[in-house]
């Protein structure tokens, strides 16, 4: 049944990292029917909506601080083994699902759902998505992607391509919905600040190496150094010891006490929306931070030191006119954003963003008025269609070709006790040290 004006949307979000659960929490603030979209969703937009949080349990589950940065305000908040969640989902009444993972992920969740909710008269509407540009791995990622409800598409361009792709193989098309990236907005940018601040906003794999990192890293401390009138500030995306999306080998944290850098600059932490405030040049190498800087029309480069290529993701910004080397910058060059690039790209910086998400809204009311309820979710990929490729990424997650947990799948019968909370704890500081520390030991020693 759809939700009444009197009763709120009840959404809940799953969640592997903080950034997808940032696209999450953010994505079911803008999607809720009745929602409107002139306050941002992390303000007191959220009235009408019931949020439950889950946090799918693994090496990049977010900490406190990590959701804190978000914003967004959830009912409930758990961590949850994808067995544990799909009990959740077929004990609890929802009116949407949003599934903010990675692809293997959703495939996963939409084959276990499809099983917890056989011979139900009724069922949520599953939406998932992106979070943010989509450079690699297409075709992959959107047929485990296929199956829900709603596949959002963050600009034109995208929504063109992901109905060619699902067009292409003779799989439904009509999912994917034309939105735009949930945690767009702040104020347009009006000038230059006192002092004139200059960003680099770096990602935790791009580049993934000791060297491209630590020439960056000279370039930003060179360039502070060439300004000294100017403040220049690295923004990164974790504290040591936490996790995002992605696989941080080597934090810039560490990389720059071994470097000199002078007083004007400084490390920061926090909200991208609130350092953008006091941007006057945003730099990255293809950070979805760029689309936001673009979005309030603030100076924006992609840099061209290391390349213009597919690994770095940075290819995905040719046309936009905003591709520029450290050196032009040293010179005082600011890059032009191509406005037709741009507006392809769901930087709606024309206004049009209070409108962004009313298709998807629109659907989802119809959606859940449906006569007779939904129909059970049907994913491309099936024990029938691969064979070779479906039972492994289900069983990753613990569940077997049917969707159903396998014998052994962590039980959600009851509350971990004080020593398995313990083990767990170790368990993933281990594998984090494994990873920041043992691993690029490891890779030094095998180039020897």
């Known amino acids: 049944m759809p939700p009444s004006s009197t009763k709120p949307t009840r959404i809940a979000v799953l969640a592997d990292s903080d950034t997808r659960w940032k696209w999450g929490a953010l994505t079911a603030a803008r999607i809720a029917p009745g929602t409107s979209m002139e306050a941002a969703p992390h303000e007191d937009a959220q009235v009408g909506l019931e949020l439950s949080g889950f946090l799918l349990r693994g090496r990049a589950t977010?900490?406190?601080?990590?959701?804190?940065e978000v914003g967004v305000r959830a009912d409930s908040l758990q961590e949850v083994t994808a067995v544990e969640f799909l009990r959740a989902m077929g004990e609890q009444e929802y009116d949407v699902v949003v599934l903010a993972l990675v692809g293997g992920g959703v495939q996963a969740m939409l084959h276990g759902l499809k099983r917890v909710w056989e011979g139900r008269s009724s069922r949520p509407v599953v939406v998932t998505g992106y979070v943010g540009v989509v450079y690699e791995k297409l075709a992959d990622g959107l047929l485990l992607r296929h199956g829900a409800d709603l596949v959002l598409a963050n600009s034109r361009q995208d929504a063109e391509r992901f109905r060619a792709v699902?067009?292409?193989?003779?799989?439904d098309a009509s999912s994917?919905?034309?939105?735009?990236?949930?945690?767009?907005?702040?104020a347009p940018y009006e000038g230059e600040h006192d002092p004139y601040t200059v960003v680099f906003a770096v990602q935790p794999s791009v580049p993934d190496n000791r060297k491209d990192r630590v020439y960056l890293l000279d370039r930003l401390i060179r360039h502070a150094r060439l300004h000294p009138d100017r403040e220049v500030l690295l923004k990164l995306r974790s504290r040591p010891g936490e996790h995002t999306t992605h696989i941080e080998e080597l934090p810039y944290q560490k990389l720059v006490q071994r470097l000199d850098p002078p007083a004007n600059f400084r490390l920061v932490y926090g909200n991208m929306g609130e350092v953008l405030d006091r941007t006057d040049l945003l730099v990255t190498i293809s950070s979805t931070a760029?689309?936001?800087?673009?979005?309030r029309r603030i100076p924006t480069v992609i840099l061209s030191d290391l390349g213009v290529r597919e690994v770095l993701g940075n290819h995905?910004?040719?046309g936009s006119g905003c591709l520029a080397s450290w050196d032009q910058l040293d010179a005082g060059h600011r890059p032009v954003p191509d406005e037709e690039w741009v507006a392809r790209q769901g930087v709606v910086a024309d206004g049009s963003y209070a409108t962004a998400f009313d298709a998807a809204r629109e659907r989802i009311a119809k959606l859940l008025g449906r006569p007779g309820g939904l129909a059970p979710l049907t994913p491309y990929y099936t024990p029938a269609t691969a064979p070779g490729y479906l039972p492994g990424i289900l069983a990753r997650h613990h569940l077997?070709?049917?969707?159903?947990?396998?014998?052994?799948?962590p039980a959600a019968d009851k509350e971990p006790g004080p020593v398995r909370q313990i083990v767990r704890r170790a368990a993933r500081g281990a594998y984090r040290h494994g990873v920041q520390r043992v691993a690029p030991v490891i890779r030094r020693m095998g180039e020897l």
């Open 290 to 295: 760029a689309l936001e800087s673009l979005h």
């Open 166 to 171: 699902y067009e292409g193989v003779g799989a």
């Open 316 to 318: 995905h910004f040719v």
């Open 176 to 186: 994917v919905t034309e939105v735009a990236l949930p945690f767009l907005g702040g």
């Open 400 to 409: 077997g070709p049917d969707g159903s947990p396998l014998p052994g799948a």
């Open 62 to 68: 977010p900490t406190a601080r990590q959701l804190a």
